[in-house]
């Protein structure tokens, strides 16, 4: 089934853009408002994890405002990127939670940076000697993003107007001074000496955000600079993506949360400026990313946190040390939601499962291990990187920077809450027809019928834990309308029954259209039996390497844990045919959520989900075992 385009929308069911939103005319699929969920489950615990440990803390937010009333980053550091991040990460989450002790921190926060403004315009933590160099535009990006994040949710409209003006302000300065050359300005591609201009050129999301929030036209045509400019000093990615003959590993720059965090920005300008030609180009590099460098977790970077052919290099031995970045992570989950809403393919939706239930569920630090003895609490709530063989969680905090008191964050600490604030909103989506349930959380979503009236659906499921999913709804009074309902790529044989009646069951979209009273019920099945994933059959490239198996159960990676006993992580196992046993991780008394003892020539050796294994940052794990 293909979902049909837009062509108007309750603005109530559009979160941050006006009813004269591009989106409304160029997607298939929408973010709703704001309180539309309530949900249990692993998700919402991670959720509410990072609220309580993070986000509520007024001391953190004090701490990063105060890199702007410094000139902290002097030394050329991203310190810059820690406030914004936050901020953005603390507005999805307020949108998904609704705790208003949340709100009050956030709004504190925002009124706590408004003074970090110079008399130039500027919110930088660069002295105007050092600007326009290192992360400093990056880190303008941030504070732009965090405020626009705040913007949508603002409850105040005297102070909205303050974020107006000093976003202005703030945008202002950096286009008097960043432009063509023939107007005396300078590249944007030269304001970085790393990665020949990526970071800086990522300003293009929020330049395009803020023209949708003012209608003013400077904003789209310094977008549409930036687009010119093609992102990078050597190439100009944009094109090399519309002519979709190469994959991003293969492109002059490969820093993969760089490119995607640009490539966003594309698809929003290309909505914005009705140039659909650059939104195939983001379309182009999204399809090529998930083909060629999308492993088994749902991150990419095998090599430190770059487009390296990960599909291959996942499974490949020879490379070591840190990878599959949380920030990467981050960055393809809300990536693909901008895709999945784009162009309806629920591939990208299948993508965003994969990513949430194994490498951004993982990175969560729910045991609290206190890696960075700096971290203002002692410890950071997220993980930095995801082992794929044979390594261990927490060797190492990602962009990893001391702050002006002597304490210590980084990167992937402060963009972690995006991930899981996110990753709630893009559960159940709006249609033009009705609704759309993109992952299974356990709980209840709302969604607009067409009438404009408010449909709830009661979803009970132990989901992906278990195959079965339980959907009542519960309406004022009987409507027609369409509940679309994702069947996962990786599932053969799902069934589905309408009040006990069995289904024809499509592959993608599911899409039931009916006159719908309370009480109706919706079944679904999806059969997840354990399976083997040969490395040599990953791609040709593939055939010669030492053989590995990684085994998954639906959307969840399967992984070994060296704190569960069994045949030593390093030494090939004998499997034959595959036999999984399934237990109960409660009475095995293990802190996971799935647990199997899989035979083998040498006795079973017991795997769990991927996103349990290593959480005490001891023990070794593996996604990917050898075998002989």
Excluded at 97 to 107: A, D, G, K
Excluded at 129 to 142: A, H, P, S, T, V
Excluded at 149 to 155: E, L, M, N, P, Q
Excluded at 598 to 610: K, L, S
């Amino acid at each position: 089934m293909t979902l049909q385009r837009k062509e108007q929308a309750p603005e109530r069911l559009v979160s941050g853009y006006s009813a004269f939103s591009p989106r409304l005319k160029t997607d298939r699929l929408f973010l709703q408002g704001e309180g539309m969920f309530r949900f249990t489950g692993a998700v919402d615990e991670a959720a509410r994890f990072v609220e309580e440990h993070q986000l509520l803390d007024p001391a953190l937010w004090t701490r990063f405002a105060g890199e702007f009333q410094e000139t902290a980053d002097d030394d050329l550091g991203w310190r810059c990127e820690f406030w914004g991040k936050l901020m953005r990460g603390g507005a999805l989450t307020y949108a998904y939670t609704q705790n208003q002790r949340l709100y009050q921190t956030l709004e504190a926060a925002l009124r706590e940076m408004l003074p970090a403004q110079d008399g130039k315009g500027r919110f930088s933590s660069y002295s105007v000697d050092q600007e326009f160099q290192g992360w400093d535009l990056w880190g303008r990006k941030y504070v732009l993003l965090g405020m626009e994040h705040f913007y949508d949710i603002c409850k105040d409209p005297d102070l909205k107007g303050e974020i107006l003006a000093a976003l202005g302000r703030h945008a202002g300065y950096i286009m008097e001074r960043i432009g063509p050359a023939v107007q005396g300005k300078k590249d944007i591609r030269e304001t970085s000496h790393y990665w020949e201009g990526l970071n800086s050129s990522s300003l293009l999301e929020p330049f395009v955000r803020l023209y949708n929030m003012t209608g003013d036209g400077r904003y789209l045509d310094f977008a549409g600079y930036i687009v010119e400019q093609g992102g990078i000093l050597s190439a100009n990615i944009f094109r090399l993506a519309l002519e979709d003959r190469l994959d991003p590993w293969q492109y002059p720059v490969t820093k993969a949360y760089e490119m995607m965090s640009c490539f966003e920005g594309l698809l929003e300008y290309a909505r914005a400026a009705d140039q659909p030609q650059w939104a195939q180009a983001a379309v182009n590099f999204a399809r090529r990313v998930m083909r060629s460098d999308i492993t088994v977790i749902g991150s990419a970077g095998c090599t430190h946190e770059l487009f390296d052919h990960s599909r291959l290099r996942q499974a490949d031995p020879a490379f070591t040390g840190i990878m599959q970045e949380t920030c990467v992570t981050v960055t393809w989950l809300k990536l693909c939601g901008q895709m999945l809403c784009y162009t309806g393919d629920p591939a990208f939706g299948d993508q965003i499962e994969r990513s949430l239930y194994n490498a951004l569920l993982g990175a969560v630090n729910t045991q609290q291990v206190p890696v960075e003895p700096l971290a203002p609490r002692g410890w950071l709530p997220f993980d930095s990187y995801s082992p794929l063989r044979s390594g261990r969680r927490g060797e190492k905090v990602g962009g990893r920077m001391v702050l002006s008191d002597g304490t210590v964050y980084g990167c992937c600490a402060a963009i972690g809450s995006a991930g899981t604030g996110m990753a709630a909103l893009l559960s159940v989506l709006a249609t033009p027809q009705g609704g759309a349930v993109n992952l299974y959380l356990p709980g209840e979503a709302a969604i607009g019928t067409p009438q404009g009236r408010l449909a709830r659906l009661q979803i009970d499921t132990h989901y992906p834990q278990e195959e079965e999913v339980r959907i009542t709804m519960d309406l004022p009074q009987p409507e027609t309308f369409q509940l679309a309902l994702r069947i996962p790529g990786w599932c053969q044989g799902a069934r589905a029954f309408v009040n006990g009646q069995a289904q024809t069951v499509t592959e993608g979209w599911f899409c039931v259209e009916r006159l719908w009273q309370a009480g109706d019920r919706l079944e679904l099945v999806f059969p997840m039996p354990v399976e083997a994933m040969d490395s040599r059959r990953l791609c040709p490239e593939a055939a010669d390497m030492p053989r590995y198996v990684s085994l998954t159960r639906g959307p969840v990676a399967l992984a070994r844990d060296e704190a569960l006993g069994g045949p030593d992580l390093d030494q090939p196992l004998e499997l034959g045919e595959l036999r999984a046993r399934a237990i109960d991780p409660q009475k095995a008394g293990l802190r996971a959520l799935q647990g199997f003892d899989v035979e083998t020539a040498a006795g079973p050796a017991r795997f769990i989900d991927y996103a349990s294994a290593g959480k005490d940052y001891k023990s070794r794990i593996a996604a990917w075992v050898p075998v002989k």
